[in-house]
């Protein structure tokens, strides 16, 4: 846990970045304000022209002077620049992906000083290895390192609990919980070549991923309640939602897998290094409200044509990925393969302004757990629906979490466990910061509840 005598409350790595430019805007609304625990902040990057011009745009955007904003020539590939750079922080937000490429350098200068680590990462593999990797020096140098603190994956995480809390009764059982993003703009949508690069190079490693996970221990897993899921229609027609859908291969459901086994073997949640009784008695009633499911998520649309697109889409990538050529015509022309969805530019001004996202968690589950008849072979008989909804989820909506978990981290460190690598469901869902993107434009809002027949 790094002192508060550092130099910088918090460093965003990759400040001039495509989403890093957006996370210094986000962080210049909090800085030295009334009641928040930001009051110095720095940027970091290889490029000090560009770092400046961010500076400059940041301030336009904002209106907010930014003089006195320090600037850190960082290159991940410098041991030494970038052990810098967190020796000199107490939070490091590292926005410089792929992750797999330029990540692990950024932890483990975090880890080696005790400087906490947040980043907007969705790589799977990425993230496992650090915890598999770092884990146990970290909780030693009191470095608290967690990963997928954007739209990857909080929105998962804090979505299925919220789901999982509407399930009041102690003799309800919620079995699973589907995740229906739609992703939405009354422009055209355009996305972070960053995300697609770290995709196709995700696929590359699939294979590898699979069989590292298996030479690691097992997790423990949570006792769910009844049968798991069948395996459905790769395309499927959510009637009730009035939408398309096709399962995504994203992070956000091993995320939210590790948080639940996290939470089978601490049942009350993570003890804080020095947490105060009334977070002690808060974190261990948000826990006892929350029940585990089996969770995924599906991308979706209410046109048909555009979830054939998104198929469309992931059958180049699974088919070019896994070769060296493949992946090169992949990345070298990413317009022609997404269909228009990615360009190496990204998204302008309007097109960021004009999207946005919502999310519907649809929750399936058991009225009475205790009734005679064992729940292994019945069918689910309740339905519970709730939805988050924000603006555009690159660019605006990751920014405003990634920002609001820091704070939290500033603010209430003495909450969260000395050190180590974890998912951040395990760490934040106690925490305020659902509340805090409500008041920052993320709504989280309960739809509707009903009974199953036995044909649903």
């Given at each position: 846990?790094?002192?508060?005598?550092?130099?910088?409350?918090?460093v965003?790595?990759?400040?001039?970045?495509?989403?890093?430019?957006?996370?210094?805007?986000?962080?210049?609304?909090?800085?030295d304000?009334?009641?928040?625990?930001?009051?110095?902040?720095?940027?970091?990057?290889?490029?000090?022209?560009?770092?400046?011009?961010?500076?400059?745009?940041?301030?336009t955007?904002?209106?907010?002077?930014?003089?006195?904003?320090?600037i850190?020539?960082?290159?991940?590939?410098?041991?030494?620049?970038?052990?810098?750079?967190?020796?000199?922080?107490?939070?490091?937000?590292n926005?410089?992906?792929?992750?797999?490429?330029?990540?692990?350098?950024?932890v483990?200068?975090?880890?080696?000083?005790?400087?906490?680590?947040?980043?907007?990462?969705?790589?799977?593999?990425?993230?496992?290895?650090?915890?598999?990797?770092?884990?146990?020096?970290?909780?030693?140098?009191?470095?608290?390192?967690?990963?997928?603190?954007?739209?990857?994956?909080?929105?998962?995480e804090?979505?299925?609990?919220?789901?999982?809390?509407?399930?009041?009764?102690?003799?309800?059982?919620?079995?699973?919980?589907?995740?229906?993003?739609?992703?939405?703009?009354?422009?055209?949508?355009?996305?972070?070549?960053?995300?697609?690069?770290?995709?196709?190079?995700?696929?590359?490693?699939?294979?590898?991923?699979?069989?590292?996970?298996?030479t690691?221990?097992?997790?423990?897993?949570?006792?769910?309640?009844?049968?798991?899921?069948?395996?459905?229609p790769?395309?499927e027609?959510?009637?009730g939602?009035?939408?398309?859908?096709?399962?995504?291969p994203?992070?956000?459901?091993?995320?939210?897998?590790?948080?639940?086994?996290?939470?089978?073997?601490?049942?009350?949640?993570?003890?804080?290094?020095?947490?105060s009784?009334?977070?002690?008695?808060?974190?261990?009633?948000?826990?006892?409200?929350?029940?585990?499911?089996h969770?995924?998520?599906?991308?979706?649309?209410?046109?048909?044509l555009?979830?054939?697109?998104?198929?469309?889409?992931g059958?180049?990538?699974?088919?070019?990925?896994?070769?060296?050529?493949?992946?090169?015509?992949?990345?070298?022309?990413?317009?022609?393969?997404?269909?228009?969805?990615?360009?190496?530019?990204?998204?302008?001004?309007?097109?960021?302004?004009?999207?946005?996202?919502?999310?519907?968690?649809?929750?399936?589950?058991?009225?009475?757990?205790?009734?005679?008849?064992?729940?292994?072979?019945?069918?689910?008989?309740?339905?519970?629906?709730?939805?988050?909804?924000?603006p555009?989820?690159?660019?605006?909506?990751?920014?405003?979490?990634?920002?609001?978990?820091?704070?939290?981290?500033?603010?209430?460190?003495?909450?969260?466990?000395?050190?180590?690598?974890?998912?951040?469901?395990?760490?934040?869902?106690?925490?305020?910061?659902?509340?805090?993107?409500?008041?920052?434009?993320?709504?989280?809002?309960?739809?509707?509840?009903?009974?199953?027949?036995?044909?649903e």
């Amino acid at each position: 846990m790094a002192e508060k005598n550092r130099k910088y409350d918090i460093v965003i790595l990759g400040a001039s970045g495509f989403t890093g430019k957006y996370v210094l805007r986000e962080a210049l609304k909090f800085l030295d304000t009334p009641g928040s625990p930001l009051k110095s902040l720095a940027i970091a990057g290889r490029d000090h022209k560009k770092l400046s011009q961010t500076l400059s745009w940041a301030s336009t955007q904002t209106a907010i002077p930014t003089p006195n904003i320090p600037i850190i020539i960082v290159d991940t590939g410098s041991r030494s620049s970038v052990f810098e750079m967190a020796s000199q922080a107490r939070v490091v937000l590292n926005c410089v992906g792929p992750f797999r490429l330029h990540g692990e350098p950024v932890v483990r200068a975090c880890v080696e000083t005790g400087c906490d680590y947040l980043d907007i990462c969705g790589e799977p593999e990425f993230m496992e290895r650090v915890e598999a990797v770092y884990h146990d020096e970290a909780l030693e140098k009191g470095s608290l390192v967690i990963c997928a603190c954007g739209f990857d994956s909080i929105p998962a995480e804090l979505g299925l609990m919220f789901n999982s809390r509407q399930w009041v009764s102690p003799k309800e059982a919620l079995n699973k919980v589907e995740a229906y993003l739609s992703l939405e703009s009354d422009m055209k949508l355009v996305g972070n070549f960053g995300t697609y690069e770290s995709a196709v190079l995700g696929i590359a490693n699939a294979d590898e991923l699979i069989n590292w996970r298996k030479t690691r221990p097992r997790r423990p897993r949570p006792q769910i309640p009844g049968p798991p899921p069948q395996k459905g229609p790769t395309l499927e027609h959510q009637k009730g939602l009035g939408l398309w859908a096709v399962k995504l291969p994203s992070a956000d459901a091993g995320v939210v897998r590790r948080t639940l086994s996290a939470l089978t073997k601490n049942p009350s949640g993570l003890p804080g290094v020095n947490e105060s009784p009334d977070y002690i008695t808060r974190r261990e009633k948000f826990w006892a409200t929350v029940k585990p499911a089996h969770f995924c998520v599906k991308i979706a649309n209410k046109s048909l044509l555009a979830t054939l697109r998104h198929i469309t889409i992931g059958i180049f990538i699974g088919l070019l990925g896994t070769s060296s050529w493949g992946r090169s015509l992949l990345l070298k022309f990413p317009s022609i393969f997404t269909l228009g969805w990615f360009n190496r530019k990204g998204p302008n001004e309007d097109e960021v302004n004009s999207a946005s996202f919502k999310m519907w968690f649809v929750g399936q589950g058991f009225k009475d757990k205790s009734s005679k008849a064992g729940l292994e072979n019945r069918v689910p008989d309740t339905e519970i629906i709730t939805r988050i909804m924000g603006p555009e989820s690159g660019y605006i909506a990751t920014p405003i979490i990634l920002v609001q978990s820091a704070l939290i981290t500033l603010s209430q460190r003495g909450n969260f466990p000395k050190g180590g690598v974890f998912p951040p469901g395990i760490v934040f869902g106690p925490t305020d910061l659902q509340e805090r993107l409500q008041q920052n434009g993320i709504s989280f809002d309960f739809i509707s509840r009903r009974s199953l027949s036995s044909r649903e």
